[in-house]
């Protein structure tokens, strides 16, 4: 069974920073990209970063590219999201996501909150 378990998510102040993580199970890891999301209430869901299954290739929207960035420990079969300068508008619920097998898998989100 593939599970995907996000934490990290709090309340912080803008240009404050953050690290999620997400631990993955039940899947070949290392084999697979992954993603992360965001979505905020009343807005579509956002891709905010993808990494390749070996970590080598990191992709980012203009809204999130050169204050975060996506990792991953293969040996540890986790991603992160290491998320600085943020700003008011980066608040959602983040999710981390895979595509295993032809099936979307995603965990249940960790909240990120930046307000003063």
């Known amino acids: 069974e593939v599970q995907l378990v996000e934490s990290g998510g709090a309340l912080v102040q803008p240009g404050g920073s953050l690290r999620l993580s997400c631990a993955a199970s039940g899947f070949t890891f290392s084999s697979y990209a992954m993603n992360w999301y965001r979505q905020a209430p009343g807005k579509e869901r956002e891709l905010v970063a993808v990494?390749?299954?070996?970590?080598?290739?990191?992709n980012y929207p203009d809204s999130t590219k050169d204050r975060f960035t996506i990792s991953r420990d293969n040996t540890k079969n986790t991603v992160y999201l290491q998320m600085n300068r943020l700003k008011p508008e980066d608040t959602g619920v983040y999710y981390c996501?895979?595509?295993?097998?032809?099936?979307?898998?995603r965990g249940q989100g960790t909240q990120v909150t930046v307000s003063s």
């Open positions: 990494i390749s299954h070996g970590g080598s290739s990191t």
């Open positions: 996501s895979a595509v295993v097998g032809g099936e979307i898998f």
